[in-house]
């Protein structure tokens, strides 16, 4: 039995495993500075686990958080995502301190870019080509919201892609470090990223929100930015919050402010290299969305 | 460091070191009684001393049971405008029923049930006019259908389509098959609380609360929120034992006894004072101990319950947590009817789990 002691931005996770799986994961995915030794108090303590009668025939595995499994068990080569999912599944269902939006966030010249997105939208493969261009990961699939200052705080953790997009980033960027794709899963096949080392070392500094883009990957279309009305982004990215609804008056004060203070465009793209170099003129020469166009 | 021994000395939550916070906020957060955790430890003048890790778990509980609460209250209006014409006056049960008459036991109690209670002469209006607003009984095989209807002390549970939100319409306080106990609407609705701030709504009154908590918890197999659930009943019975409720231990005994709910009082107070330190007055606790079984079950209990009212967490399982809940859960259904039809009744789901299981396989 294996205990890792991983620290996550805001929160230490405990996770406990006997699946050599996501002990590999780790240490292939994880900085060395962000596998600690055992701290004395850790926010959340997981369990990847192998049910006992699945050992041979079809392996398995479960994600259990304080000996409760969240979701039934999968198969064993999906474990080290697993793990990813199960802590998403934790944090957002506990860390009420934030409020938390399905997005990912980078960041440049201390302004955080949201990317908000259903799955498949190329959400993940617009955030890993910028992070590997020089923009900072603070998050791949959670933003988390800190009231009062309205700042973004790091939650940095490999990132996940999925079918095409492994290659495209593989090409991207040959440099970094991608784990095994394990295939057939709901979600198709799948690959994580270790973030750059740059991420990792400001994992203690959050961000302003600056801009909101919701991505969308389209084969063939020419790279487009259009403006879209703060209310109807107020709408979805309600819908989105995972625990928009619990916070209630802070949910929608911290909600309104980030709107407030963004540009805000849904993004069309087919070419990351564009993608990446249109939004890091933007960022540099603090271009306004409705000037950027396309 | 046991999570009881911090509910029965909160003066203590204040005073431990990270390393015991490590296990108490996941026993806690298991047990449902993290944010109960909070309201003990904010009573404490050294709260914002405590480490922020710990805190910012509690507080963001907090957060979880605001929510509750004010869903609850709105779900409360929702369903006074569907039933309360029928009505008159909707009772309600468990924690919609502490949160509404604002007891201390509605104090960080997370919940999404509202349980109310219905006299039977009424179910069968009050669960079409809730069906025509968008409460829906979930997907239920015909079998559990009749057999809730005809055995149980509620009809099936009612989901908002919308809302998610479920409502249990009791007409019972135990199934009508049940060994123990004859509490139904009728022998309640004399004696029900109106609530002055809720027009509309009453709760039951302070003794027939308490024998319901008890005999839910104690009549009952399913022990995941057991801790949380003792808590409530050492709430219930700190509030009406000491608050101007004059006469209330007596008439709870009293009561107890017309009912025929003698075992679960003498359990709750039994094991409340145990393990909460709850101040049952002792002429109390000596008119009761004629409620207690022979020794060799009161000993096989105490070693059943001493697990199945630990927090639900492995740090404080041990080998015979598991034999221990299973034999709680058998005796639960021997509670709840005779054999001539549990037996029937067990055969049936046993059989259905195994059609279940080979159509999955097959899938």
Avoid at chain 2, 118 to 134: F, I, T
């Amino acid at each position: 039995m294996a205990h890792l002691f991983l620290r996550t931005g805001p929160f230490t996770v405990h996770v406990e495993t006997s699946c050599e799986e996501v002990i590999d994961g780790v240490t292939l995915l994880y900085d060395p500075a962000c596998v600690l030794r055992r701290p004395a108090f850790c926010d959340y303590h997981v369990q990847i686990w192998q049910p006992p009668l699945r050992r041979h025939f079809r392996p398995q595995a479960v994600f259990l958080f304080d000996g409760h499994a969240p979701f039934l068990p999968g198969p064993r080569r999906h474990a080290s995502p697993m793990l990813e999912w199960g802590m998403n599944w934790v944090i957002a269902t506990t860390a009420h301190q934030f409020l938390i939006v399905h997005a990912a966030v980078v960041e440049r010249n201390g302004l955080a870019l949201v990317l908000p997105a259903p799955p498949g939208s190329g959400k993940s493969t617009l955030c890993a080509g910028l992070v590997f261009r020089g923009w900072r990961l603070l998050s791949d699939e959670l933003a988390l919201l800190a009231p009062g200052t309205g700042q973004i705080i790091p939650l940095v953790r490999p990132i996940s892609l999925k079918n095409e997009s492994i290659d495209v980033i593989r090409r991207f960027a040959p440099g970094a470090t991608i784990g095994p794709a394990t295939m057939g899963s709901t979600k198709g096949t799948i690959a994580l990223v270790k973030p750059p080392s740059a991420s990792i070392a400001a994992i203690d500094e959050p961000a302003t929100p600056r801009w909101i883009a919701f991505p969308r990957f389209q084969s063939g279309a020419a790279l487009e930015l259009t403006p879209r009305s703060k209310a109807r982004t107020f709408v979805e990215l309600g819908e989105s919050a995972m625990n928009y609804n619990i916070l209630g008056e802070t949910g929608f004060n911290v909600m309104s402010d980030l709107i407030e203070r963004c540009d805000i465009g849904d993004f069309v793209y087919s070419n990351l290299d564009e993608a990446v170099s249109f939004f890091t003129r933007i960022a540099d020469e603090a271009i306004p969305f409705a000037e950027a166009g396309s | 460091m046991s999570l009881p021994l911090l509910l029965r000395e909160p003066g203590r939550i204040t005073r431990l070191t990270l390393e015991e916070w490590d296990d108490v906020i996941p026993q806690a957060r298991s047990s449902g009684i993290l944010s109960r955790l909070a309201t003990l430890a904010q009573a404490d003048k050294d709260y914002w001393e405590l480490p922020e890790p710990p805190r910012r778990h509690m507080e963001a509980d907090q957060l979880l049971a605001a929510k509750h609460r004010r869903d609850v209250l709105y779900e409360l209006d929702r369903i006074y405008e569907v039933v309360g014409g029928v009505l008159g006056t909707i009772v309600l049960l468990k924690g919609a029923a502490y949160l509404a008459a604002d007891l201390p036991a509605s104090e960080g109690r997370t919940f999404n049930d509202i349980d109310i209670l219905v006299p039977e002469d009424r179910l069968g209006a009050v669960e079409s006019l809730l069906q025509l607003a968008g409460w829906r009984t979930g997907e239920i095989h015909p079998y559990d259908d009749t057999f809730y209807r005809r055995w149980m002390h509620q009809i099936p549970p009612l989901t908002h389509g919308g809302r998610r939100t479920t409502i249990d319409v009791h007409h019972s306080l135990v199934p009508r098959t049940a060994r123990v106990g004859a509490v139904t609407a009728a022998h309640l609705m004399g004696r029900i609380r109106r609530l002055p701030d809720r027009p509309g709504f009453a709760v039951l009154a302070p003794e027939d609360m308490v024998l319901h908590s008890a005999t839910h918890l104690f009549n009952e197999g399913e022990f995941g929120r057991g801790l949380r659930d003792l808590t409530d009943l050492d709430l219930l019975l700190s509030h009406f034992g000491n608050a101007g409720f004059w006469g209330f231990w007596p008439r709870l005994v009293h009561r107890a006894e017309g009912v025929g709910l003698t075992r679960p009082l003498f359990y709750a107070l039994r094991y409340c004072a145990r393990l909460l330190g709850t101040a049952v007055p002792i002429e109390v606790e000596e008119s009761v101990s004629r409620f207690r079984p022979p020794w060799p079950i009161l000993r096989a209990m105490d070693f059943a319950f001493a697990r199945a009212l630990a927090p639900d967490h492995k740090s404080c399982r041990d080998g015979w947590t598991e034999p221990a809940l299973f034999a709680l859960y058998v005796r639960s259904h021997y509670l709840r009817m005779p054999l001539h039809l549990l037996v029937p009744h067990l055969v049936r789901k046993a059989t259905r789990r195994e059609a279940y299981h080979s159509a999955e396989a097959s899938a």
